[in-house]
């Protein structure tokens, strides 16, 4: 892996004040990373204890733990959401120190974080599998500080591979509040675009859920005077994609609502934004299922270099564990020495194919187009 790499938000610019002989998007903090060395593998151990030390870069930055607003599902796809936030933030990462206590390495590192990515920049590193979600709700005309509603739609989300982020995780940057409105109460598309690049998300998701009471009586029965209250729910949302603004998924609810009942105006409530939730979800994911599958198309990996067929075959065998790949992965050719070819079907960013390669052992990344990256192995002994 390349020390450029790095991690970093770019909602991050009240910090930047501190900053003297860098430019103005620019700020050096100085962070600890550690990682376990196994296996004596100590090049693998100091590569990840360098990823862990520009996390921390970014939540010194930041001010908060990255890891607890993304919502993910596994840790695999927490360390993608991770890498796809790497690349183009750090500018620069020099090792101050590097000590071993038994099998645990620590580096202290000073690192160099972009605070903005220029919109093409953004662009590219925008994941087709991470959601911002931003819905607002209402009950009888006022605000309802209830997020029961997010939480379902965003454990949806996680299920079928996305991972989420919470627009409230901007909050802190300047015009959030006029972009959250149009967002949520218009779905605008500029609004969608901002939102997307400031999280690296290609999908945003916006709307708001309206409940009103539409029955509140007493009846009396053999188990005396009980309470019937209904609650009924209306829903619209769309889902933006943040680089075009286009909407790719939409959700209205019946004209009539969708109803819950219950003994007291709580329980209804509930039960109204159950089905309502389940609604949602269900057409929301049957067409960004149907929207991540025109993502896919062929994409091509060239490695200059392979001294061997063992590492030609041990390359492809890590790339049969890329996420996101939907066919098996074709051997294009080896040539020993020289230029061998992989391909498969791919549906999200290149980026994020560029970043895996760059850090499986022996391969640095040289090149890299939408369909297309360029390694060069580079012997072990040379990586460290």
């Known amino acids: 892996m390349n020390v450029r790499l790095a991690l970093v938000l770019p909602f991050v610019l009240a910090v930047l004040a501190g900053a003297q002989d860098l430019p103005l998007n620019l700020t050096t903090v100085t962070a600890r990373g550690q990682a376990t060395v196994y296996a004596g593998d100590l090049a693998a151990a100091r590569e990840e204890a360098l990823v862990d030390a520009q996390r921390n870069a970014l939540e010194q930055v930041l001010g908060a733990q990255i890891r607890s607003q993304t919502a993910v599902q596994d840790f695999q796809l927490a360390d993608d959401t991770i890498l796809s936030l790497i690349s183009g933030h750090v500018r620069n990462t020099k090792i101050l120190s590097e000590t071993q206590d038994g099998e645990t390495l620590t580096l ?23 959601c911002v979600v931003g819905l607002s709700m209402t009950i009888d005309g006022g605000p309802m500080g209830d997020d029961r509603l997010v939480q379902a ?84 949302a769309r889902a933006l994609e943040a680089e075009s603004g286009q909407v790719i998924a939409q ?47 062929p994409i091509t990996i060239e490695i200059e270099g392979l001294p061997s067929l063992e590492e030609y075959q041990a390359v492809k065998q890590r790339l049969n564990n890329v996420r996101f790949r939907d066919s098996e992965v074709q051997d294009l050719g080896f040539q020993q020495g020289r230029t061998s070819t992989f391909r498969f079907d791919y549906s999200e960013k290149i980026a994020l194919v560029a970043l895996k390669l760059d850090r499986m052992p022996g391969l640095e990344v040289t090149d890299r187009t939408a369909t297309k990256v360029v390694c060069r192995y580079v012997a072990p002994e040379a990586t460290e």
Do not use: H
Request: charge should be negative.
């Open 251 to 297: 959700y209205a609810a019946p004209l009539e609502g969708i109803r819950g009942v219950g003994d007291t105006p709580q329980a209804a409530v509930t039960e109204a934004l159950k089905s309502a939730s389940t609604a949602l979800s269900r057409d929301l994911l049957t067409q960004l299922t149907a929207y991540s599958g025109k993502k896919s198309r």
């Open 153 to 236: 739609l965003s454990a949806d989300l996680v299920k079928a591979g996305f991972d989420v982020r919470d627009i409230a995780q901007l909050a802190a940057l300047e015009g959030y509040d006029g972009y959250r409105r149009d967002l949520i109460e218009q779905q605008d598309a500029e609004a969608a675009r901002w939102a997307g690049r400031q999280l690296l998300s290609n999908v945003v998701i916006a709307g708001r859920a309206d409940l009103k009471q539409a029955q509140k009586k007493q009846v009396t029965g053999f188990a005396g005077t009980v309470g019937v209250y209904a609650y009924e729910c209306w829903i619209q």
């Open 108 to 130: 202290e590192a000073q690192v160099d974080v972009a605070a903005q990515l220029s919109e093409e920049e953004a662009q590219a590193l925008m994941r087709n599998f991470s």
